[in-house]
């Protein structure tokens, strides 16, 4: 038997869950973890941590080319965030589901089996 919590997950995301596979705000969030390890990246080069990457972060071309990989690497994370969290809940629908089935049935088969002491 399921409780009322998974119940309502389950309502929740079979009428959500095309909505939530296009969130702009799981989006918004996995952005914000990407331009994270950005922000720690840009700080362990400006404190000088390994020197020869410092190095390479202060050649003529590097900043444009830095710029553009900490940006692809924010989406990277911002896609890759967005499409774990729908996985995620998706499978655990689907879970629950099954589990409703299976207890569905055992109830089903229960009642369908008399009785032995009538």
Same mark, same amino acid.
Request: a neutral charge.
């Given at each position: 038997?399921?409780?009322?919590?998974?119940?309502?997950?389950? $309502? %929740?995301?079979?009428?959500? $869950? *095309?909505?939530?596979?296009?969130?702009? $705000?799981?989006?918004?969030?996995?952005?914000? !973890?990407? #331009?994270?390890?950005?922000?720690?990246? &840009?700080?362990?080069? @400006?404190?000088?941590?390994?020197?020869?990457?410092?190095?390479? @972060?202060? !050649?003529?071309?590097? =900043?444009? &080319?830095?710029?553009?990989?900490?940006?692809?690497?924010? &989406?990277?994370?911002?896609?890759? %965030? $967005?499409?774990?969290?729908?996985?995620?809940?998706?499978?655990?629908? #689907?879970? #629950?589901?099954?589990?409703?089935?299976?207890?569905? @049935?055992?109830?089903?088969?229960?009642?369908?089996? =008399? *009785?032995?002491?009538?």
């Amino acid at each position: 038997m399921l409780t009322t919590e998974e119940e309502k997950f389950i $309502r %929740y995301w079979s009428e959500n $869950r *095309e909505i939530e596979k296009k969130s702009f $705000r799981q989006f918004l969030k996995g952005l914000s !973890s990407g #331009l994270m390890i950005g922000i720690a990246i &840009v700080s362990l080069l @400006a404190i000088g941590w390994y020197t020869r990457a410092n190095m390479e @972060a202060n !050649s003529w071309s590097s =900043p444009f &080319v830095f710029l553009i990989a900490l940006a692809i690497t924010a &989406v990277f994370m911002a896609f890759f %965030y $967005r499409n774990y969290q729908w996985e995620q809940k998706e499978q655990q629908y #689907l879970e #629950l589901l099954a589990k409703k089935k299976k207890a569905e @049935a055992a109830e089903s088969m229960q009642q369908s089996i =008399p *009785e032995s002491g009538q």
